[in-house]
């Protein structure tokens, strides 16, 4: 033995220097053969290992679950089919969607059911349970279909070929060297000229070696070629396994987004009914539905607290409030924590806020639909015919947004009607307002200083005519809700009217022009007689409008503000009230609403009575 070693030794030595022949392991198209057998083997051991390193259920756990597979996939699918489900369970515990489903669970549990993150919270931790179980699920089957197969060929195929490989350059090696003895005793047998029988003898012998040690070559040299053979035969094998994989992830996405798709829906249906959702930049059909209100949480909250502490606050709505505290009210507002009596002595906090949640409606109250009408509208020189086209645009308006519109208008309305001292005009608080009322969708809610006069202009003819452009009372004379974003609490009672309860297309006009009659005929008296006359006329429409939920009446001899008659020569919006129908009725009780169908009748001049 040590004498065989000695002279393989001897051989690799005298093939190195280039002293002995070295017989070629494999033909040239063999070599190209092992060569692709080569690029396979690379290929499938760096897929193998990144693979096997994208799956969560990695180390020990899934060496073992692959010799498990492997061990059984060999003796049939039953024994298979009964580890499956514990397989799974216990790769499940492993995974990180686990982990992440009993925390969401926990937090759930603490926030409780009355939390809406709580309820979002145990879903979603439903959902990463399920998940998880869908992903134990597609690692198995990728274990099974994929990486089994993929590490078998790794660890048994492979090895294989490379044993048998270092078998063959060992019997080669073998060969070449009982064949260079061989040639050397036949040179040392022709040559010698002593017993050449000996040396024909160990000639012969030598040679009977090397015709068994090339069949041993010849035999693993077959083999070898066997194994390349077979192993890239089976290439297109090695390929399914890839589609396999492919396949097994497109089966768990389906499988993981079935799952979504059911619980997705009730996890938006939850947040969309919420209750307490930020109501500063909510769409206004959103915030309606949600709190279940015909007017804005903020609009009513707001116009009731003003009416109640400010009417008579200089500079409402013109001064600034601090922006901390603005900023800490819409807070409040988001949040559903109101308590508005704190800001009893900073009214103007309470506007900022007001205006602020105006200006970052994302539909502007008056609609961006209608901006070009309303501009349009604004154009019409004569005074009547405009203030028809403001109240037909009106009409159009989507109910949601006319309600809304309708409450605030109304209290800004009333809020003019003490501008003797508040100072603030139905044009002045046209001028700060209508930037949160109307602006043009290219100008998404910033100013557009060239039609920043249009725009005060219409929302000041609103102001002045609020009640004819809005007929029906509104009581702002409720408290303010305290601690609460709006939750169950409707729109008051004594604002829901029916289509009876709403006064005729005149509106108050009439109360005005029987204050403002009433107010000269105390001045002059020389037709007070006259004038006592027509107030006893009119008294029937005074009645009526007392009757109404009003707000408390104004100073005795304080004319409406800014009250024109019909045929004023000012070319800017008229500061006129809206023309009468006809003559004055003698009402009993509210009116018929104005109809939808049409504007309002074509407007007359207003009588004006000599003042003698």
Aim: with cysteine; hydrophobic share 35%.
């Amino acid at each position: 033995m040590m004498k065989k070693q000695f002279y393989r030794v001897k051989q690799l030595a005298d093939q190195r220097v280039g002293r002995a022949e070295k017989t070629e392991i494999l033909t040239e198209d063999l070599q190209h053969v092992e060569k692709t057998v080569d690029k396979i083997k690379h290929a499938c051991q760096t897929t193998n290992k990144r693979l096997a390193a994208s799956m969560q259920g990695t180390g020990m756990d899934l060496e073992k679950r692959l010799a498990v597979l492997f061990l059984k996939s060999l003796r049939g699918s039953d024994d298979l089919a009964m580890l499956w489900p514990q397989m799974r369970s216990e790769l499940m515990r492993k995974l990180h969607q686990t982990a992440l489903a009993q925390t969401m669970l926990e937090s759930g549990q603490q926030l409780g059911e009355d939390s809406l993150l709580g309820k979002v919270m145990q879903k979603s931790g439903d959902v990463q349970t399920s998940l998880a179980r869908e992903l134990a699920e597609y690692e198995m089957q990728v274990e099974r279909d994929v990486l089994a197969p993929m590490t078998s060929l790794l660890e048994n195929d492979i090895p294989n070929i490379t044993q048998i490989k270092k078998k063959l350059t060992k019997t080669r090696l073998d060969m070449d060297t009982v064949k260079s003895r061989w040639t050397a005793a036949v040179k040392v047998s022709h040559g010698a000229s002593k017993d050449m029988v000996a040396a024909a003898t160990k000639a012969e012998a030598l040679k009977d070696e090397y015709e068994e040690e090339t069949a041993k070559f010849e035999a693993c040299q077959d083999t070898l070629t066997t194994e390349l053979l077979k192993f890239v035969s089976r290439e297109g094998e090695y390929a399914n396994w890839i589609i396999k994989y492919i396949e097994a992830q497109l089966d768990y996405h389906q499988r993981a987004t079935s799952v979504l798709d059911k619980v997705l829906p009730g996890l938006k249906s939850l947040l969309d009914e919420s209750e307490l959702q930020p109501v500063y930049g909510c769409p206004l059909e959103d915030h309606l539905r949600i709190q279940e209100r015909e007017i804005a949480f903020v609009i009513e909250e707001c116009a009731t607290f003003l009416y109640r502490e400010a009417l008579d606050e200089q500079g409402l709505f013109r001064l600034a409030g601090s922006t901390a505290k603005i900023r800490k009210l819409t807070a409040e507002f988001d949040a559903g924590l109101v308590d508005l009596s704190e800001f009893e002595g900073d009214v103007h906090v309470v506007t900022g806020a007001l205006k602020q949640y105006l200006r970052e409606l994302p539909e502007p109250l008056m609609t961006s639909k209608l901006y070009s009408e309303w501009i349009q509208a604004s154009t019409i020189q004569d005074n009547g015919t405009r203030l028809q086209a403001y109240w037909t645009i009106v009409e159009k308006m989507p109910s949601l947004y006319k309600a809304n519109l309708r409450y605030l208008i109304t209290f800004l309305g009333k809020l003019s009607e003490n501008s003797d001292v508040n100072k603030m005009s139905a044009s002045n608080i046209a001028i700060v307002i209508a930037p949160n009322l109307i602006w043009s969708p290219e100008d998404d809610g910033g100013v557009n200083v060239q039609h920043t006069g249009v725009q005060s202009s219409i929302v000041e003819a609103l102001i002045q005519h609020y009640s004819w452009f809005f007929p029906g009372e509104i009581d702002f004379s409720r408290k303010t809700a305290s601690a609460t974003n709006g939750v169950n609490q409707g729109f008051p009672e004594k604002c829901k009217k029916g289509p009876g309860d709403y006064k005729s297309v005149t509106g108050d006009f009439l109360e005005e022009v029987v204050s403002l009659v009433n107010m000269k005929c105390v001045d002059d008296s020389g037709t007070h007689a006259q004038n006592s006359q027509e107030s006893e006329t009119a008294k029937p429409a005074v009645i009526d409008v007392e009757q109404t939920n009003t707000p408390p009446p104004k100073k005795k001899g304080t004319p409406p503000a800014l009250v024109k008659f019909m045929g004023s020569s000012s070319p800017g919006p008229s500061t006129s009230a809206p023309p009468l129908a006809g003559p004055k009725p003698i009402a009993t009780s509210v009116g018929p609403p104005r109809p939808t169908n049409a504007p309002p009748p074509p407007p007359s001049k207003p009588l004006k009575r000599e003042i003698k």
